[in-house]
């Protein structure tokens, strides 16, 4: 193995250990709302793009090896990981994998929130384009676009319309102040 090869290992085992370090807490619900559905959904996308970018990876002869493209691939892939842990982190006990909303919630307004309404989304579409690519080239890339932005925007829309419903005008004061995924961007 080369040593990009070894920090993909590296990186892709430190984005699965989020899953065991960040739980996240959650009600019991025996309803299965859109909300919940959008979360299998991603799921469901991410899985779909990475089994695409492997299939084209091992049967195609369209992947790059281009060092800069593949270490460009790398550094995107960790920027996207280390912004889904700053953003678990900037929310400690009010990070949960579904999204739960109550009058009582407070809006945290400081680390990367403090720019963009929803880094974890963000990040978790950095960590797919750095994924995708390094393992496919701009096939990946192009599958990751079309597959995984829509349904996180999809998300991202009933997750406003829930937070609007349950916070009000404090949560339109709290978005009109923050980026909705790219900052300067979106």
């Not at 460009?72 to 949960?96: A, C, D, N, P, V």
């Not at 407070?106 to 929130?113: E, R």
């Not at 597959?147 to 925007?153: A, E, G, W």
Request: proline residues 2%.
């Amino acid at each position: 193995m080369d040593i990009q090869e070894w920090v993909f290992l590296v990186l892709s085992v430190s984005w699965l250990l989020e899953f065991m370090l960040f739980r996240g807490s959650r009600t019991k619900t025996n309803a299965q709302s859109k909300e919940q559905r959008s979360y299998y959904l991603i799921l469901g996308t991410i899985i779909l793009c990475v089994i695409v970018s492997l299939l084209i990876r091992e049967l195609s002869e369209i992947t790059t090896t281009h060092l800069f493209f593949i270490w460009f691939s790398l550094i995107l892939y960790f920027i996207g990981i280390f912004l889904r842990y700053w953003s678990m982190l900037t929310l400690k006990q009010e990070f949960t994998r579904h999204v739960q909303v109550s009058a009582d919630k407070k809006l945290v307004g400081h680390g990367p929130y403090r720019y963009m309404r929803h880094p974890l989304y963000t990040a978790l579409f950095i960590c797919m384009i750095g994924l995708s690519s390094y393992l496919a080239s701009w096939v990946g890339l192009v599958t990751t676009i079309l597959l995984v932005l829509p349904t996180l925007l999809f998300r991202i829309k009933l997750e406003e319309a829930m937070l609007t419903e349950a916070l009000g005008g404090t949560y339109d004061q709290w978005k009109q102040q923050r980026w909705i995924l790219l900052p300067w961007i979106y």
